[in-house]
């Protein structure tokens, strides 16, 4: 099969054929239609994860079954399907409660296995992992739920909590941030978008944020305030950088909540987080990641009636050497909605 292929810690990508995975016992091969090119990518390109090479990235995906291993139950070679991007090992008292997403002995297509820039990838515990995709939902947006716009619905519904009439700051407008927004519109919350990019502030206007702020030299916490009378009742960090968790945090206001999204990953060492003002105002900190499969028939539903349109977030669709070309940039990309990779393209 084709492959985007890393050999080593920053080295560039490449496509070139490598051997078709096999479905490992209990698993499944699944033929590539959609994969998104998400920032968790690069931090695994620039090698702030754990990473064996040479390695094949790629996390969100939707595609069709091809092959199905040994002990498989609910699956058949042709059956539409996605997958979260945390895959539990279906045995934990974490994956029988519901809970996959925090299974310790997760897998992780792209990261702990290779991963979904190619046209075949394998996946682990189909049982419990796999997500029917409804005749009604394209594979495109289908590939985009597997991180992105699934971590941001758990992190705003499951774990925040958002209310409607509750304000809600997001900061940072890629692919999670602008999967906030949508959702937090969706429930009925107002919203104030920040990134440094002002075509990713006009996406986020488009999909309904109530106000914007460019985060270029703008005293953002500040700015939150004035626009929302005191600060937001909950904040979303959707990049993972010391400056953008401190924004989010100080951008709540008394008793706020934080939903942290973004990786922070120390690389010149571990974050500074502003501690006095988590204590000082009981603001709670929620830690989100991603959403397990037992959770995606709830959001899937929403998703096939269209009060929840993911597809909005599709910027452009490429191919693979597109993607091996863009992954060493991604993080300073000014990208303004979701890249989706297409391997037959």
């Known amino acids: 099969m084709r492959a985007v292929v890393v050999d080593e810690v920053r080295s560039q990508p490449e496509v070139r054929e490598v051997p078709d995975p096999s479905a490992p016992a209990g698993g499944v091969v699944v033929r590539v239609a959609a994969t998104g090119v998400c920032r968790s990518d690069w931090h695994a390109w620039a090698g702030h994860d754990d990473i064996v090479f040479p390695h094949v990235p790629g996390h969100e995906l939707a595609g069709e079954v091809v092959e199905v291993g040994t002990g498989v139950e609910r699956w058949r070679a042709g059956d539409r399907v996605t997958v979260p991007f945390v895959c539990g090992c279906g045995k934990c008292e974490w994956c029988r ?31 419990t992992n796999l997500v029917a995709i409804p005749d009604g939902v394209e594979m495109t947006a289908a590939a985009s739920l597997g991180c992105r716009f699934a971590t941001a619905h758990r992190a705003l519904l499951a774990r925040a909590r958002v209310r409607p009439g509750e304000w809600v700051t997001v900061v940072g407008s890629g692919g999670v941030g602008l999967s906030a927004v949508i959702i937090a519109k969706a429930v009925g919350a107002r919203v104030v978008a920040v990134d440094r990019n002002p075509q990713a502030l006009a996406a986020a206007a488009s999909l309904g944020a109530d106000h914007t702020v460019v985060a270029d030299g703008t005293d953002v916490p500040a700015a939150v305030a004035d626009l929302t009378g005191g600060g937001s009742h909950v904040s979303v960090d959707a990049v993972g950088s010391e400056q953008t968790g401190a924004d989010a945090i100080l951008a709540l206001r008394r008793r706020g909540r934080l939903a942290q999204v973004g990786l922070l990953p120390p ?11 988590v204590i000082g105002w009981e603001l709670d900190l929620l830690g989100s990641h991603g959403m397990a499969a037992a959770d995606y028939p709830a959001m899937l539903a929403l998703i096939e009636s269209g009060d929840l349109r993911p597809q ?5 669709v490429i191919g693979l050497e597109e993607a091996a070309a863009l992954l060493p940039v991604f993080d300073s990309a000014m990208v303004a909605g979701m890249t989706i990779v297409d391997p037959a393209r």
């Open 267 to 277: 690389i010149e060492g571990h974050p500074r987080v502003p501690m006095a003002r």
């Open 312 to 316: 909005l977030l599709v910027e452009r």
């Open 97 to 127: 409660q519901g809970d996959a997403q925090v299974c310790p002995d997760q897998h992780q297509p792209g990261f702990t296995h290779w991963g979904s820039f190619a046209e075949r990838v394998a996946l682990h515990a189909a049982d």
